[in-house]
């Protein structure tokens, strides 16, 4: 199954140029917590996207400079905790006009403005999101940003976040994976990419994908923000959403098994995905 997916992925072509592989927007981070946006940033450029434009609040913005050689930075205004506030938001819609795809949630904290830029954002960004993290926290009891939507969206939370979001205690999301993902795709018009042991995408179409790569030593943080990276990166490079979804888990714990096979489950790290993530795609065929 995943092959058809793979078979997606635009050809690299020896004429083409940095501009025709997708324009990616991550819009993340918060203070002490610059490095989900690093790993956003790095999961996007590692699959494949030709310019990524990292988002940030405008205090973190040097830090995101040293870290970041080949990512481009957008230092934002912010809120008093160092987190972003409403009043990037027209920065935001401005950039994110030139761009293909959106990456909205990793690290971006709590604060309450913070939460209501991100529902803001979701009602009025016209291009595909993937929605991360703090981002999905901001939906808490309200999925009306979702459903309101127009343009096509991907949400990535883990079973807490999903939790959450469905009002629903944690052991019945992952006593019944397969179905509140697709149930909840279903419901709020979006591919839900539920994260954990066999992630499970779904799209409103009732198709479903349980994942087989992937292993206990992805288990550490920073490995769903390269995720987050890779499959909007597969969505700025054309591919529909599900499938880019699909190919994303994929490759993540294809990358993850490699890692774990030469390092060991107990010392890796999220950027050892990023490391490894040049031979699955050679082991995948891509």
């Given at each position: ?212 790569t992937g292993n206990s030593g992805m ?23 599900y499938s880019s979804a699909v190919l ?39």
């Amino acid at each position: 199954m995943v092959r058809e997916h793979i078979g997606k992925i635009p050809e690299r072509r020896a004429e083409s140029h940095k501009g025709d592989y997708g324009k990616v927007l991550v819009v993340a981070g918060s203070v002490g917590m610059t490095g989900a946006a690093y790993l956003c940033s790095q999961g996007a450029l590692k699959a494949g996207s030709g310019l990524i434009t990292c988002a940030v609040p405008e205090s973190l913005n040097t830090i995101m400079e040293i870290k970041l050689t080949e990512v481009m930075t957008l230092p934002l205004e912010e809120t008093a905790t160092r987190s972003l506030g409403l009043e990037a938001k027209a920065k935001i819609m401005d950039f994110s006009d030139k761009c293909d795809v959106v990456a909205l949630g990793p690290g971006i904290g709590r604060d309450t403005e913070t939460g209501e830029l991100v529902r803001e954002l979701l009602r009025e960004i016209e291009k595909p999101i993937v929605l991360d993290a703090d981002g999905i926290n901001a939906l808490e009891g309200g999925l009306d940003p979702l459903r309101e939507r127009k343009a096509r969206t991907v949400i990535t939370p883990h079973p807490g976040e999903m939790a959450r979001l469905m009002g629903k205690d944690v052991g019945s999301i992952q006593s019944n994976r397969e179905d509140m993902a697709k149930g909840l795709a279903e419901v709020a018009g979006v591919v839900v990419c539920l994260k954990g042991h066999r992630t499970v995408v779904a799209n409103p179409l009732g198709m479903t994908f349980v994942n087989e790569t992937g292993n206990s030593g992805m288990a550490t943080g920073g490995v769903g923000d390269v995720l987050t990276g890779m499959i909007a990166s597969f969505i700025g490079q054309g591919i529909d959403d599900y499938s880019s979804a699909v190919l994303g888990v994929h490759l993540h714990g294809l990358a993850g098994d490699i890692a774990a096979e030469k390092k060991g489950p107990f010392s890796m790290v999220a950027s050892d995905v990023l490391d490894f993530l040049p031979e699955a795609f050679s082991k995948a065929g891509i």
